[in-house]
């Protein structure tokens, strides 16, 4: 596709610089943008203090709100600033009052974390976890979700939209259809989507959506938010240990919950790190999502044709639509070891493990890969001097 990275990698210091980074579904390489705003923020709270700075710049909070909305076709009210990812999935899974016999319908693919919290509230609750089936080209299969929503009657369908371990592309929309039609409630984990894919919530129908910024939003680590939808903030959902920035205390045994998804946050959090996904958003408006997320999965794409040719190398990737996410087990090559010898020649990458996607990993016969997650500032250059790396560490 026609697409110039020139203009984003001028504002990439490191890619400038010679360092070839392909870990983009792990953290980003922020714009130079992102950085001096945060920078911004801190030097201003270290001239006049935490609390002063952050009343001071009101109006660029309120708009980072505005920002985020925008970027995933939602209203300000609609958005709470948290953590991280699994943060936000955690604060939206404790919106629910599991009993005994509740089930949770999810996938096999969904993300460890999550796998986790599901096994956690059907140890402690009695929940029961269902996965609904793949569909033989990969991806979950949105007939067997809609067969499981009628025959099991779940409190909540919990979807990853991008797992952690591979460039599936899960269907989303569908899924969010179905949950629709069946008034089931719908958790969207868009982690690994949020800025290569564009995302409106009402095509998607999700009552919640949880992201982060470090990721292919480009924003700094450590911060994320949730998408609470008008339906769930009109029903009175909120986290379960509630803090006094989602509540007035009113009486001695009463509160009152915010108008607003902000119920869903805390009190203390990193200013910077906010007004920098702020930033984060403005910054992939000017790119644009759906242009820049397309460059960045054709560049996966290259990446997997060229593994593909090589000996020994077994490119995992699944399903009817991929991203800019490429995996490939490498045979008497544990994935660990050769992301930190790649990183020893400039060229970041990841490794993902069986126990991070058990049901997927063991399926595929897999323990280790490596990932390799470009995005809109990489070029096919880039992609040719990694997989020649990994070549040769293979011939090794």
């Known amino acids: 596709m026609s697409f110039d990275p020139t203009p984003w990698r001028n504002d990439t210091p490191a890619a400038k610089a010679g360092r070839i980074?392909?870990?983009?579904?792990?953290?980003?390489?922020?714009?130079?943008?992102?950085?001096?705003?945060?920078?911004r923020h801190l030097r201003l709270e270290l001239e006049m203090g935490g609390y002063e700075a952050a009343d001071a710049v009101q109006d660029d909070i309120a708009a980072t709100y505005d920002d985020v909305g925008r970027l995933i076709g939602a209203a300000a009210r609609n958005v709470a600033v948290v953590e991280n990812a699994t943060a936000a999935?955690?604060?939206?899974?404790?919106?629910?009052?599991?009993?005994?016999?509740?089930?949770i319908l999810t996938t096999n693919n969904d993300y460890i974390s999550n796998q986790l919290m599901y096994l956690s509230l059907a140890e402690r609750f009695g929940?029961?976890?269902?996965?609904?089936?793949?569909?033989?080209?990969?991806?979950?299969?949105?007939?067997?979700?809609?067969?499981?929503?009628?025959?099991?009657?779940?409190?909540?369908?919990?979807?990853t939209w991008v797992p952690t371990n591979s460039g599936l592309v899960q269907p989303a929309e569908a899924i969010g259809q179905l949950c629709a039609e069946e008034e089931v409630p719908y958790i969207l984990d868009a982690c690994q989507a949020v800025g290569q894919i564009p995302i409106d919530v009402e095509h998607l129908h999700c009552d919640f959506l949880?992201?982060?910024?470090?990721?292919?939003?480009?924003?700094?680590?450590?911060?994320?938010?949730?998408?609470?939808?008008?339906?769930?903030?009109?029903?009175?959902?909120?986290?379960?240990?509630?803090?006094?920035?989602?509540?007035?205390?009113?009486d001695d045994d009463r509160f009152a919950l915010r108008p607003d998804a902000r119920r869903f946050e805390n009190w203390e959090f990193a200013y910077a790190q906010l007004l920098g996904l702020g930033e984060a958003a403005r910054y992939a408006a000017r790119v644009g999502v759906e242009q820049g997320g397309q460059y960045a999965a054709?560049?996966?794409?290259?990446?997997?044709?060229r593994l593909a040719e090589i000996p020994g190398i077994h490119v995992l990737d699944r399903g009817p639509f991929l991203c800019a996410i490429a995996t490939a087990e490498i045979e008497g090559v544990d994935a660990n070891d050769l992301v930190g010898r790649l990183r020893e020649q400039a060229i970041n990458t990841s490794a993902t493990f069986r126990e991070w996607a058990m049901i997927d990993m063991k399926q595929k016969g897999a323990y280790t890969a490596v990932r390799i997650s470009p995005h809109y500032y990489n070029t096919e250059r880039e992609i040719g001097i990694a997989v020649n790396a990994i070549r040769m560490e293979r011939e090794d």
């Open 127 to 159: 929940v029961r976890v269902v996965r609904a089936e793949d569909a033989p080209e990969g991806g979950v299969d949105p007939q067997s979700m809609r067969e499981a929503i009628r025959s099991h009657r779940p409190r909540i369908v919990a979807l």
């Open 89 to 103: 999935f955690a604060q939206a899974l404790s919106a629910f009052s599991f009993e005994r016999g509740d089930t």
């Open 210 to 250: 949880a992201a982060t910024a470090r990721k292919f939003l480009r924003g700094p680590r450590g911060v994320g938010f949730l998408y609470v939808s008008d339906r769930m903030l009109e029903s009175g959902s909120h986290p379960l240990y509630i803090d006094l920035r989602g509540a007035d205390w009113v």
């Open 298 to 305: 054709s560049l996966a794409s290259l990446t997997r044709q």
């Open 21 to 39: 980074h392909l870990n983009n579904a792990g953290a980003a390489l922020m714009p130079t943008p992102v950085f001096e705003r945060i920078e």
